[in-house]
């Protein structure tokens, strides 16, 4: 029977994307991995894979289509041989209703027992993209899960179906919760517009980049207990001890900057300070191993988080490599998920814009983030007690309180503030 290919969930924070580009046409034989489209989510444009095999029957969304909802139909897979007058209307469209069965009406209690797998141990599992991010967020075993789909693939509403259960009935001597006050309303765009009626502005629609930017960023002002500690670090040794390495260096065209320094420091500070190598999970912390830094890379339009991965065991040569890559693909939008999604820690450095020092806003689930301000000349007093110049740079620590406490924040930007001061540590 005809099987529905339906538009992926290609990142956790994806709803809609774009079509970009079809990389099959109606006719073409298929198999399990072949590239049919280029989407473009909020974040990058990737490529999507075929899960099965069979042969185009017909291309739904025509290349371009822009606001294409997750789970709505792009496309018909035809088993071989299958005659494309089967093909039915499609379930769902750009504008139509959900892909997705609706949930049933009413719903058993869920047993007080684990159910028995419904899928033979071993067997592939059908499922879609955004069930299977359900059932991993929910901790459900897909293999337990009966499939409404077609072929039986695992949708939406059975993953939700099979999470729902009865509420608990309070008990009669505990009082009803108190109500939360209700936030302010926010004006609406049309309030917003008439403030400013007779004067000449242009809109700028939302892509989808700055939609999540947004929504994340507010999200994380409003949930994460942030607190701010700040040191000034003086960075005459790092660029002295710089200036040689590059020298050494030039004949490979390896030139080091000082947030290769910057990522360095922070990560062996994670290895020394390892309980604030950490992150939020909602009812847990997770306490991660290696050091993986993430570095905000600014681009037309928002910005990317890429995470330099176990930065601890890589030399300086190797980091800024890597940086420079991941910076010259997030620009062109060509990062794939797993290379900004992940780290324990941020570095957001503002310095090479003039900006002395600022605070930078945590990016979840990371317990904290690293604001870089620019190293400027001032007078400090030095170790014989003499007035001096050093060339100083100022930091702000962001910390989630839930993760990391104030003495263990302190005890972090220390260690980050001893590794740029005494740069030759670093090596070891």
Known sequence: ?????????????????????????????????????????????????????????????????????????????????????????????PDGPSSEPAAPATEAPAPSAPP???????ARIFASPLARRIAADKGLDLATIDGTGPRGRIVKADVEAASAAPK?????????????????????????AAIYEGRDYTEITLDGMRRTIAARLTEAKQTIPHFYLRRDIELDALLKFRAELNAQLEPRGVKLSVNDFIIKACA?????????????????????????????????????????????????????????????????????????????????????????NFDAVINPPHGAILAVGAGVKKPVVNAEGALAVATVMSVTLSVDHRVIDGALGAELLAAIKDGLEHPMALLA
């Open 116 to 122: 028995a797998p419904k899928t033979p141990k071993g």
């Open 268 to 356: 062996a500070a994670l290895q020394q300070v390892p309980q604030a190598n950490a992150v939020w999970a909602g009812d847990r912390i997770l306490k991660l191993t290696p050091s993986d830094v993430a570095v905000a890379v600014a681009i037309e339009g928002g910005l990317f988080t890429p995470v330099l991965r176990d930065a601890h065991q890589k030399s300086l040569s190797a980091l800024s490599a890597e940086m420079k890559d991941l910076a010259a693909r997030a620009r062109d939008r060509k990062l794939a998920p797993q290379e900004y999604q992940g780290g324990s820690f941020a570095i957001s450095n503002l310095g090479m814009f003039g900006i002395d």
């Open 168 to 192: 608990t009935p309070a008990r009669a001597d505990e009082a009803p919760a108190r109500p939360a006050a209700a936030a302010a309303p926010q004006p609406s765009a049309s309030q917003v």
């Open 1 to 93: 029977m005809p099987t529905e290919i339906l538009m992926p969930a290609l990142s956790p924070t994806m709803e809609e994307g774009t079509l970009a580009r079809w990389l099959v046409k109606e006719g073409d034989a298929v198999s399990a991995g072949d590239l049919l489209a280029e989407i473009e989510t909020d974040k990058a444009t990737m490529e999507f894979e075929a899960v099965d095999e069979g042969v185009i029957g017909k291309l739904l969304v025509a290349e371009g289509t822009e606001g294409v909802k997750v789970n709505t139909a792009i496309a018909v897979l035809l088993d071989d041989g299958e005659p494309a007058e089967d093909i039915a209307a499609p379930s769902s469209g």
